[in-house]
């Protein structure tokens, strides 16, 4: 199942740090807008999980934690 949200140039633009899972992720985005390169964090989790997976979202407050402090 894909995104809701289609990412667009406009949407990396307004983005301060878009975070993603994997390294490709990070590369579909710089497709749209090359300034993606310098505000993209790669988390390094596979994405492999279904949406609301328990482990995907321990695994994500975790990673994320180190970014923006204590994720709820």
């Given at each position: 199942m894909g995104a809701r949200t289609v990412v667009s140039k406009e949407l990396i633009g307004w983005a301060d740090m878009i975070?993603?899972?994997?390294?490709?992720?990070?590369?579909?985005?710089?497709?749209?807008?090359?300034?993606?390169?310098?505000?993209?964090?790669v988390l390094g989790v596979d994405d492999h999980y279904l949406k609301g997976d328990p482990e995907l979202t321990r695994i994500l407050k975790e990673k994320l934690s180190e970014y923006l402090g204590t994720v709820q």
């Open positions: 975070f993603v899972m994997e390294e490709h992720h990070k590369e579909a985005l710089i497709r749209i807008d090359q300034n993606a390169e310098a505000k993209t964090i």
